[in-house]
């Protein structure tokens, strides 16, 4: 009879972040040991993803790697680490993709102040704007507010309109002259 003492290999990676956006790098890199490496011993390693509610799947068998994502979500990475003998080990860690919010640039009118605002020679000026969204998502809706800066009173607003449109024209009779909006 014959028999061998192995030590099972002891799991453990690291992520750069746990909570990121869609296509943003999220870096894995193992920090995975086996005892028996200096006497010969090797592993491998396997890596899960499993989204929240969904199906695992086999995403690498690499030390490191890295991921990125093109869905929003809560998902789980799980490390199987296994030895040369068959013995392994498993850890997992739980990271969120969450959407990031755009940034809307008004264009027109085109002041930033109160103090000198854009002159404008009709009662419905057609507001414009540009809409950037570092997930490349387009725009699918908008809601825009006019102010009386005195009152700071909401006095024309559009709702929220499904439309990639970006420019709403202030509707008649909502506004007078003679008064600042932003």
């Given at each position: 009879?014959?028999?061998?003492?192995?030590?099972?290999?002891?799991?453990?990676?690291?992520?750069?972040?746990?909570?990121?956006?869609?296509?943003?790098?999220?870096?894995?890199?193992?920090?995975?040991?086996?005892a028996?490496?200096?006497?010969?011993?090797?592993?491998?390693?396997?890596?899960?993803?499993?989204?929240?509610?969904?199906?695992?799947?086999?995403?690498?068998?690499?030390?490191?790697?890295?991921?990125?994502?093109?869905?929003?979500?809560?998902?789980?990475?799980?490390?199987?680490?296994?030895?040369?003998?068959?013995?392994?080990?498993?850890?997992?860690?739980?990271?969120?993709?969450?959407?990031?919010?755009?940034?809307?640039?008004?264009?027109?009118p085109?002041?930033?102040?109160?103090?000198?605002?854009?002159?404008?020679?009709?009662?419905?000026?057609?507001?414009?704007?540009?809409?950037?969204?570092?997930?490349?998502?387009?725009?699918?809706r908008?809601?825009?507010?006019?102010?009386?800066?005195?009152?700071?009173?909401?006095?024309?607003?559009?709702?929220?309109?499904?439309?990639?449109?970006?420019?709403?024209?202030?509707?008649?009779?909502?506004?007078?002259?003679?008064k600042?909006?932003?």
């Amino acid at each position: 009879k014959a028999f061998i003492i192995d030590n099972p290999p002891v799991p453990g990676f690291t992520i750069n972040q746990s909570l990121g956006h869609r296509n943003e790098e999220f870096i894995i890199t193992s920090t995975a040991t086996d005892a028996d490496i200096s006497k010969g011993d090797s592993i491998t390693y396997q890596y899960y993803l499993k989204p929240f509610g969904g199906t695992e799947s086999l995403i690498s068998g690499l030390s490191g790697f890295t991921k990125q994502f093109t869905t929003n979500g809560s998902f789980t990475i799980r490390q199987v680490v296994t030895d040369s003998l068959g013995l392994f080990r498993e850890t997992s860690r739980n990271i969120t993709v969450s959407n990031q919010i755009p940034t809307v640039n008004i264009t027109y009118p085109g002041s930033s102040s109160s103090a000198t605002p854009t002159v404008v020679n009709t009662l419905t000026p057609n507001i414009q704007w540009n809409y950037q969204d570092d997930d490349n998502d387009l725009q699918q809706r908008y809601k825009v507010r006019i102010i009386d800066v005195a009152t700071n009173n909401t006095v024309a607003q559009s709702g929220e309109t499904v439309s990639s449109a970006k420019q709403w024209t202030v509707t008649a009779g909502t506004l007078v002259e003679n008064k600042k909006y932003a």
